[in-house]
């Protein structure tokens, strides 16, 4: 049986019942019962009111000389390229799944710490109406996209380099995937901005997906076999949402059902590219996020076909973020005790298709993880700007 026949045999959902997404409602599992506002509150405030004292910080805070861009360009290394130790001053080499700290990454984090700010920032807006928590998250957006003195230039040409090398290469467009988040909260914002930095920040996003959807890299990246592929599928259709790109829209989601979810998510629910890397848990958990943030993105309130056909994958994972412990294949070379976390696919998924223990068991997981490799692969943390 192929996966096509998989998908329409009803065997895919036999492991969890699925209620149409026009009954959701009528359920009893909607939000008002779920009541995320009640739930989220506390930690929202507690994040936003500690980044409410702080500056915005863009990538022309920091430099480095193995950089062939401007003072804003957006520039990263590779992370699991290390020095040749038969020759020190020759082309790195790489260590699948093994970070190398020495490379330059002052760029990637300031990015990560836009994701983190920005987005509480914006739920707590959205929690309270108070202007000063709208004001703060302004400032970041006109640091980051409007300012001409601080702005990142829309590409990531030069992005996950690796030295002696490459100057830049594809797979440095997951790095702005901290930039979904942010995109989801400009959605939200929209009616606390002036008007004109509104306009400002979605021309930025518009030129950015323009060069994600039609630069060599970003169709290199596009067509990749793995999460790479998934994520770009992610940053196209969520800043096609912002800035109403229909047709990347469209694309969008005739990609992710023809192509992404045959090819990557088996019969079982597993997800093979993933289950073959050195941290093959951290590595299914973050592209089912991105699968399901993804159905998140492009599911219309009356079809829910994209979550039945991720619902597998959902369903193939919750043992082993219930107990890791049964966790059938080899470990992570690193962080294998940092995860999991409150991975968004569970509360996505538990909303679209009616799975009130997916839901229970995110709202036991750590929602602020603090490991920096944790919160690298985590890039969805305020779900009130989703649901």
Not at 268 to 282: H, I, M, N, V
Not at 295 to 300: F, G, N, P, T
Not at 316 to 321: D, E, G, H, L, R
Request: charged share 20%; net charge neutral.
């Amino acid at each position: 049986m192929d996966r096509r026949q998989f998908c329409t045999s009803g065997l895919a959902t036999a492991s969890f019942a699925v209620a149409p997404f026009s009954s959701f409602a009528a359920s009893g599992l909607d939000l008002a019962r779920l009541d995320l506002a009640r739930i989220e509150r506390p930690r929202v405030l507690r994040l936003a009111n500690a980044s409410l004292s702080e500056q915005p910080i863009t990538v022309t805070a920091s430099h480095s000389d193995r950089s062939p861009g401007g003072p804003h360009d957006y520039f990263s290394e590779g992370d699991y390229w290390w020095p040749n130790p038969a020759d020190p001053d020759g082309p790195y080499i790489q260590r699948d799944g093994q970070s190398n700290p020495a490379n330059f990454n002052d760029h990637r984090l300031a990015l990560i710490r836009l994701s983190l700010q920005m987005p509480a920032l914006t739920a707590a807006w959205k929690i309270t109406g108070q202007k000063r928590y709208a004001a703060k998250a302004a400032d970041h957006l006109r640091a980051w996209f409007i300012t001409p003195a601080t702005r990142m230039n829309p590409n990531l040409q030069y992005a996950q380099a690796i030295h002696k090398i490459s100057t830049g290469r594809n797979f440095g467009i997951i790095d702005t995937l901290h930039l979904i988040e942010v995109a989801r909260a400009v959605t939200i914002l929209k009616p606390a901005l002036p008007p004109a930095e509104y306009e400002a920040t979605l021309a930025w996003f518009s030129e950015y997906l323009t060069w994600l959807t039609t630069s060599q890299f970003g169709q290199l990246e596009r067509d990749t076999k793995n999460n790479h592929a998934v994520t770009w599928l992610l940053q196209a259709a969520e800043f096609a949402h912002l800035t109403g790109n229909i047709a990347v829209t469209e694309d969008c989601r005739t990609r992710l059902t023809t192509i992404l979810i045959p090819n990557q998510i088996a019969p079982d629910g597993s997800l093979p590219q993933e289950l073959a890397r050195t941290k093959p848990y951290s590595y299914a958990l973050f592209c089912l996020d991105a699968f399901a943030t993804c159905a998140q993105v492009l599911s219309a309130p009356s079809d829910n076909t994209l979550w039945t056909s991720i619902g597998p994958a959902i369903a193939f994972m919750t043992p082993f973020i219930r107990n890791k412990t049964t966790w059938p294949y080899k470990h992570d070379i690193e962080h294998w005790e940092e995860f999991p976390v409150r991975q968004p696919s569970l509360l996505f998924g538990g909303l679209a298709l009616h799975q009130p223990a997916w839901i229970a068991l995110w709202k036991t997981l750590d929602p602020d993880p603090t490991s920096p490799e944790v919160i690298r692969n985590f890039p969805i943390r305020q779900p009130i700007l989703w649901v």
